[in-house]
T-cell receptor, first 111, second 115 residues
Framework: QKEVEQDPGPLSVPEGAIVSLNCTYS??????FMWYRQYSRKGPELLMY????GNKEDGRFTAQVDKSSKYISLFIRDSQPSDSATYLC???????????FGKGTTLSVSS | ETGVTQSPTHLIKTRGQQVTLRCSSQ?????VSWYQQALGQGPQFIFQ???????GRGNFPPRFSGLQFPNYSSELNVNALELDDSALYLC??????????????FGQGTRLTVV
């Protein structure tokens, strides 16, 4: 079992839809959780950074962490064609030097 | 855009050759990490440099090596290139040695093709 599991999709939605992206993980030591957006042939761009459990909101984006279920989510409200990209979840523990990434979910938002 | 810059953006090498990739970290950041991203996969951690010392290493062979300079820029060197080394190589900079505890910002990557 991989440390971080993420459904690669692809996920296709119409403009204006609410998008839900998810990752599960197996390492209970993870405390830091991130979502990155990666456009084709570009580097990952940090979208959300959260510590431990709970919710964090930034504009149209909401990140949720449920450590008891080892499950994290990213919600995108009022999705736009410009949101079409690959979304990567990443995690780290207190002592670790590495970010552990999921495979990424490819999202396509059609106008 | 982040302040992390990588060079070159693309290159093509022949199997068995050696390659050097470069990264300039974001201003004020003293930690640089390198990742390999194969097509359709998430980035995989290669190693991290913190204040010019290697501070952690992933599951990569010794032919992957690196350096960090006093200005915190960094190099990734790969010897004896293999076809499977073809990937996007990403550099990430962060403020301290444990990137999970602070935000890590990525450059645009270097796409390496080994033929």
């Amino acid at each position: 079992q991989k440390e971080v599991e993420q459904d690669p999709g692809p996920l296709s939605v119409p403009e204006g839809a609410i998008v839900s992206l998810n990752c599960t993980y197996s390492n209970s030591a993870f405390q830091y959780f991130m979502w990155y957006r990666q456009y084709s042939r570009k580097g990952p761009e940090l979208l959300m950074y959260t510590y431990s459990s709970g919710n964090k909101e930034d504009g149209r984006f909401t990140a949720q962490v449920d450590k008891s279920s080892k499950y994290i989510s990213l919600f995108i409200r009022d999705s736009q064609p410009s949101d079409s990209a690959t979304y990567l979840c990443a995690m780290a523990n207190q002592a670790g030097t590495a970010l552990i990434f999921g495979k990424g979910t490819t999202l396509s938002v059609s106008s | 855009e982040t302040g992390v810059t990588q060079s070159p953006t693309h290159l093509i090498k022949t199997r068995g050759q050696q390659v050097t990739l470069r990264c300039s970290s974001q201003s004020g950041h003293n930690t640089v990490s390198w990742y390999q991203q194969a097509l359709g996969q998430g980035p995989q951690f290669i190693f991290q440099y913190y204040r010019e010392e290697e501070n952690g290493r992933g599951n990569f062979p010794p032919r992957f090596s690196g350096l960090q300079f006093p200005n915190y820029s960094s190099e990734l060197n790969v010897n004896a290139l293999e076809l499977d080394d073809s990937a996007l190589y990403l550099c990430a900079s962060s403020l301290e040695g444990t990137p999970g505890t602070t935000e890590a910002f990525f450059g645009q990557g270097t796409r390496l093709t080994v033929v």
